[in-house]
């Protein structure tokens, strides 16, 4: 009688880990399949509301931004005069000389320094007519195999998971304990 005591806390524990253990299992494959589609919505939503191609064009113009895209710029616009005018134009080659190419560059870089800007917001204009932010975001989503989709989200959040099974047995253990006392005080005479 003893032995059945001692195994209420540890069948509760058991039926608590294997009861989250197949209610997660549950969720991940066959809910969160079910569920992708409307999952993939509110994702895009999401990231419709808080995703804007104007901030996306406001970083790229920054000062911060420009002064890394110019120097990438300077060295095409060097190379350029420096070797692939010549070849497309040999007569023109034979009247510039490094200063004028310093001269030329210099201008070039100047006119680079507003046009890239106004290009960039341009161009990010017209983007943002054309991608909806949404749209494109639960398409990718829905794209996915479930099998991967529900895998990736468990990966994502193996930790909790675990916690979860684990607080099972936790609480089964705690249950059993219980159960154990209340037997045990019902039983004495």
């Known amino acids: 009688m003893n032995l059945f005591f001692l195994l209420l806390p540890v069948v509760g524990a058991l039926i608590g880990f294997f ?10 494959y066959r809910y969160l399949p079910k569920k992708q ?7 895009g939503k999401l990231a419709a ?6 901030d996306l064009a406001k970083k790229l113009g920054d000062q911060e931004s420009m002064q890394k895209i110019l120097p990438v710029m300077e060295g095409h616009i060097d190379d350029f005069l420096r070797n692939r005018l010549g ?4 007569i023109i080659s034979m009247f510039i000389g ?5 001269q030329l560059k210099a201008v070039f870089m100047k006119e680079l320094e507003t046009i890239v800007p106004a290009t960039i917001n341009s161009f990010m204009q017209n983007m943002e007519k054309d991608i909806d932010i949404e749209k494109t975001v639960s398409e990718k989503i829905t794209a996915i195999p479930s099998i991967d989709f529900s895998q990736r989200i468990k990966e994502a959040f193996s930790d909790p998971i675990k916690k979860v099974k684990l607080l099972g047995a936790l609480t089964g253990l705690i249950i059993g304990v219980v159960q154990m006392l209340i037997v045990l005080l019902v039983s004495k005479p």
């Open 49 to 54: 509301d808080n995703l804007s191609i104007s």
């Open 37 to 43: 589609p409307a999952i993939a919505h509110k994702i």
């Open 19 to 28: 009861m989250n253990w197949m209610t997660i299992s549950f969720f991940f």
């Open 87 to 90: 070849k497309a134009m040999p």
């Open 98 to 102: 490094d200063k004028t190419i310093n």
